[in-house]
Each structure stands twice: as structure tokens, then as C-alpha cells.
């Protein structure tokens, strides 16, 4: 195994499936005994996890796109610093359900915040923390949303209109083609069994060249 930790991050828009395939990643390494630690974002400590409950309540506090933006970067100083950047520190490999590729999509495409301002925040926050694998579960935002409502009540991201979520999407792909060594894009529109499959394959080829 090379001696570098990994750090890999799952992304994608609503009800793509990312809870569901993150299982499946974690399994992979562990099977293969790679020390690993399983975190999200917004989330992952204390501070993280009660700016996520503000974050996704769905009515009262109803923060600007900025205030939004600023909420989900004091949230990640608080993770890389405290949680990942020790961890992979110590030689373990990290798993994070969504990191700062959503903020592009999500605050950058979605809500109209500049991508240069996004971008010097990333500097400030992880100068030197960052995915060395991105995994984009891609769906078509009427499918994903499907999905969603009818696995329960929506939370105040899902309750956005389309053209919100199809810009969420188009800043997904717009950050693959920026940076297509890092991202793997998988189909995750069919059944979940083939789905699975898909993830089973890339992940194989991209261990394959990692681990020596
Ligand atoms: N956010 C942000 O704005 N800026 C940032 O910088 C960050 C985040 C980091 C919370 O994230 C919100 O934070 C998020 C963006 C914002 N927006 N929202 N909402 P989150 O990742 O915790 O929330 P989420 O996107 O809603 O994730 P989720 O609820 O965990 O959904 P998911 O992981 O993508 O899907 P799932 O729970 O695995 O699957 C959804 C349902 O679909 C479930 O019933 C599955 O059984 C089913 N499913 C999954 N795959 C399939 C297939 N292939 N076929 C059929 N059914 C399927």
C-alpha cells in the first residue's frame, strides 16, 4: 500500500443515493484493512453537526446565501482541523459524505455565489486538505427528488425548485471537467444493484493503482 492516506469524498444531488453507496465504499476499504474514518459534511463534530440542524430546519430561520455559505465553511474549519486532517495524520484513509465540491454546486451554481469567493475560502479553511478521490453519484434532479419525497418529509434544501437542482447538477459536472483526475461519475439513475456495481468497478480500478 502506498504510505499516503487517502481522502475520498462522495457528491451528488438529492436522493442520488449517497448514504446507500457510502456503505458499500466503507465495506470495500475495511475488507481490505485500511484504517479508515466515515464522516460528512455539514457535520462530523459537535459545532459541525448543530450547524447542520440549522442548516436544513425548515422554517424560521431562513439564512441568506451568504450567511449559508459562511455557516457551511465554519462547520468544515471545524472538521478538516479537529477531525480529518488528524486523522489522516495518523495514517488513516477518510470517507466524507459531501466536502467542499458542494459548496461549489450547491452556493456557487445554486444560489449564485461567486466561485472565486468559494474558492478563497477553500484556501483559508483547507489549504492543503483536499479529495485525492471525488465520486459524483449523477441523477437527473426530477428522479433524485422522487426519490426524497418518497422517502419522507423534505428538508429545506429539497424544497428548492427545479432550476435550482438542475444548476446544482450543472456545478457538479462544471467541477469534473475542471479537474477530471480527481472524479469518478457514475450513473446512479438505475436500479441499485447496477449502480452498485458500477462503484464496485471504479473503486477496484482506482485502489488497483493506489495500493501497490
Ligand atoms: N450542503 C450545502 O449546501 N453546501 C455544502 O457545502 C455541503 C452541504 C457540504 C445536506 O446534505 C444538505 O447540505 C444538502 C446540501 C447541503 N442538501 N440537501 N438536502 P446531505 O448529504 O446530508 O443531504 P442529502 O443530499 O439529502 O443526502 P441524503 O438525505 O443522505 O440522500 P442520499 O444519500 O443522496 O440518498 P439515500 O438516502 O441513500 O437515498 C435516497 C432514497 O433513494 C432512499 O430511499 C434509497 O433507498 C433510494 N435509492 C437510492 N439509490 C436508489 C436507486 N439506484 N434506485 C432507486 N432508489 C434508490
Known amino acids: 500500500m502506498t504510505d499516503a492516506p487517502k481522502f475520498i469524498t462522495v457528491e451528488g444531488g438529492e436522493g ?39 442548516l436544513l430546519q ?29 486523522a489522516l495524520e495518523r495514517g488513516e484513509w477518510v470517507l466524507c459524505d459531501r466536502f467542499t465540491d458542494a459548496s461549489f454546486a450547491y452556493q456557487g451554481f445554486g444560489r449564485g455565489i ?12 483547507h489549504p492543503k486538505t483536499n479529495p485525492d478521490l471525488t465520486i459524483l453519484l449523477d441523477v437527473d434532479p426530477e428522479i433524485g427528488l422522487e426519490r426524497a419525497r418518497l422517502r419522507g418529509e423534505l428538508d429545506r434544501f429539497e424544497r428548492e425548485a427545479m432550476p435550482f437542482f438542475e444548476a446544482v447538477r450543472a456545478g457538479y459536472l462544471h467541477r469534473v471537467k475542471q479537474e477530471p483526475h480527481r472524479w469518478r461519475v457514475i450513473d446512479a ?4 444493484e447496477q449502480v452498485e456495481q458500477q462503484l464496485d468497478t471504479v473503486l477496484k480500478e482506482w485502489i488497483a493503482r493506489e495500493i501497490s
Open 16 to 54: 442520488v443515493g449517497k448514504t446507500t453507496q457510502l456503505g458499500l465504499i466503507e465495506n470495500r476499504l475495511r475488507e481490505l484493512g485500511i484504517p479508515l474514518l466515515v464522516t460528512r459534511e455539514p457535520g462530523g463534530t459537535l459545532l459541525g453537526e448543530q450547524l447542520r440542524d440549522l
Open 58 to 86: 425548515k422554517e424560521g430561520l431562513a439564512p441568506t446565501p451568504m450567511a449559508e455559505l459562511l455557516m457551511v465553511f465554519a462547520a468544515r474549519a471545524q472538521h478538516v482541523s479537529t477531525v480529518i486532517a488528524p
Open 114 to 125: 461567486s466561485l472565486d469567493l468559494i474558492h478563497q475560502l477553500a484556501q483559508l479553511t
Open 189 to 192: 439513475s438505475i436500479e441499485l
